[in-house]
Every structure is written in structure tokens, then in C-alpha cells.
């Protein structure tokens, strides 16, 4: 689940990087403002990627959706593109976790085998 919930927030990582050069074209955001914001968010995209398999990691991950949605009020094409980071996170977490399940299952079928033939 880890590695691909890490390629979710590492794209829109490079997302909120290229919203704020279309935020800077707006006549009523400051520079130092838009660049402020999208450091923060950008910081904290990388800094999920280390909290994802941590207790409440997903949620903060879901919450970090919803403020890339939100910021669609400030630049509209965010909203498709928070949609489509939505989407992507859920089936980063839906499907990793069943690999993590898939992988577990595999690893302890090895050990019974590997432990059945050293008997």
C-alpha cells in the first residue's frame, strides 16, 4: 500500500507545483502568497508519504484530498484534478491493501512449506 499511495502524493506533489504557476496569473493573489501555499502543500505531500502506513495516515491522506479539491476556488481546473487525485488515492489504498493481504498470504504459504520440508 505504501509504495503506491507514495506515487499518488509524489504526483500531486508535482500538481500543486504547476497550480501555482497558474495561480500566479491571478491579479489577486500575491506571489509570496501563492508560493507560501503551495510550499505547504507540496511540504506535506512529501511529508505523507512517510506517514502513510502510520496509524491515521490514510485519513490524513483523505483530508489532504479534500484540500486539493477545495483549492479548485482558486485555480478551476483543481477540481477536476483534485477528483482525479481522489480516485487515484482510493484505489491506491483499496488496492494496496490487498496486495499487502496477497503478499502476507504468499509469505506465510513459503514459511508452512519451508517448515513441512525441514521436518
Known sequence: MRTLCASTLIGEFF??????LVAMKSDDLSMGTVWTVCGVGMLLSVVLCGMVTRPGGV??????????IASGFVVPAMFVLGLIFSVLWWASVHYGRRIDEAKAR?????????GAGAA
Open 59 to 68: 485519513r490524513l491522506g483523505w483530508a489532504f484530498q479534500i484540500l486539493l
Open 15 to 20: 500538481v500543486i507545483g504547476f497550480a501555482g
Open 106 to 114: 504468499w509469505a506465510a504459504q513459503a514459511g508452512a512449506e519451508t
